[in-house]
């Protein structure tokens, strides 16, 4: 679950394709419409994302995305939208939540992880992740990093969901931006003697994730 349509490729698209590719079902929740003026005051419309991310989702081979209609940076935490996104929980009982860090710089970010907080309690997800939040936010420093997926096999499907964003893919920079991708994939691999790994902060896990 994300704030943005192209948050989740770049936190956490080799563990999604690499889910995918073992047949796991993965399901992409974005709170924000997408719609947004960037700094150099361009538009970028609902309708132009909303379509890169279906082809992302495409790429990463998860199940159809779902897009709630809220404003990007005002998401709210509001009883509303747990309501909102306890209702999907409860329709697909997912094993593993993922979404944004609690101290990551952007509001929406932090609103998103809130609401993963709200509609997780008691249970009801038993694994629940923080993705890493990008390095050029300042809060980098407060995340630590415990849980490491090898994405090694699936670094390019990654990337090819990332390429999917064009509009975004040139906002960062275009290859510089892929560039920074790679080498931060193959730095939290160094940790753990990976080519390339995502890395993810625990909420909470239960002893599932070993698998039967
Ligand atoms: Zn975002």
Redesign the pocket.
């Known amino acids: 679950m994300?704030?943005?349509p192209?948050?989740m490729e770049f936190e956490a698209g080799g563990t999604i394709a690499k889910f995918t590719k073992r047949g796991y079902k993965v399901h992409l929740l974005v709170l924000t419409n997408g719609k947004y003026m960037d700094m150099s005051g361009k538009e970028h419309s609902r309708v132009d994302l909303q379509t890169e991310g279906r082809r992302a989702a495409e790429i990463l081979g998860t199940e159809e995305p779902i897009f709630f209609d809220n404003p990007v940076t005002n998401l709210r935490v509001t009883g509303e939208i747990v309501t909102q996104v306890d209702n999907i929980v409860d329709e697909i009982k997912p094993d593993i939540f993922i979404s944004h860090h609690p101290f990551d710089s952007?509001q929406?970010?932090k609103a998103a992880a809130e609401i993963m907080f709200a509609v997780c309690r008691q249970g009801r997800v038993k694994n629940v992740l923080s993705g890493s939040t990008l390095p050029y936010r300042p809060n980098i420093f407060a995340y630590r990093p415990q849980f490491f997926v090898d994405i090694s096999e699936t670094i390019d499907t990654k990337i090819e969901s990332i390429r999917a964003y064009k509009s975004q893919y040139e906002k960062f920079g275009g290859e510089k931006l892929i560039e920074r991708m790679i080498d931060m994939a193959k730095t939290q691999g160094w940790a753990m003697g990976y080519e390339y790994a995502e890395s993810f902060e625990v909420i909470r896990m239960d002893e599932s994730i070993l698998g039967d």
């Open positions: 994300s704030a943005h192209d948050d952007h929406d970010h």
